[in-house]
């Protein structure tokens, strides 16, 4: 298996400045560059004020870059309009929240086929996939509980399962074990770590904690705007013996 030439999402020297009403300007971001390939599992990893929120809105086209650019499976944002950054973020990327982001009111089989409403997915085939990613992470028999029904961990794997449901080339992980204890963070990153492997979606988990970093197979640390150290590489995932046969 050889990598795609073509990146999921390929920064190239990012700057984004925040204007001051005193006229004073903040640079989040000071020429960051990186690029995503498909299937690859990586870690942004930073303390507090380092960056990190600035390069995921980029990352998930919620923002735009002062300077530089951000391309997304070789289109350039800036060619893009509202409309269009839109149906990129509805059909090419899942995110993951730490706060989970569910409607209190709405079933879990609901909640992950929300996704599929905006996409315009026909009643019948949108509970038909909400069904089969719910099941991808273990929660086929939760279906009908809402989120005040289900344990945090839980809450956290139908939030991975909304992500998933559109088959997105890009998931976004935010913090995604902040509100979980050790042990039900360490069974998420496994999960995180095994929908990356079996289905080939690019996953970045945006983290301060090292140990949740450490689950990536490869890591970059941001500080002050900028990318200072990176770690690891992208291994393409080993072929069984019946591919390419």
Sequence with gaps: ????????????DVTRDYPLGSGEVVRALRGVSLSIAPGELVAIVGPSGSGKSTLLHLLGALDRPTRGTVRFSGRDSATLNDTELAQLRNREIGFVFQQFQLLPRTSAL????????????????????????LAEVGLDHRM?????????????????????????????????????????????MGLLARLNREQGVAVIVITHDPEVAGRARRRLRIRDGLIEAEEGAFLAPARTPTEGA
């Design 1 to 12: 298996m050889t990598v795609p030439d073509v990146p999921v999402v390929d920064v190239s």
């Design 110 to 133: 609901a909640n992950v086929g929300l996704p599929l409403v905006y996409a315009g997915v026909g009643r019948g085939e949108r509970q038909r996939r909400a069904r089969a990613a």
């Design 144 to 188: 009908d509980h809402r989120p005040q029904q289900l344990s945090g961990g839980e809450q956290q794997r139908v939030a991975i399962a909304r992500a998933l449901v559109t088959r997105p080339r890009l998931v976004l992980a935010d913090e995604p074990t902040g509100n979980l204890d050790t042990r039900t963070g360490e069974e998420i």
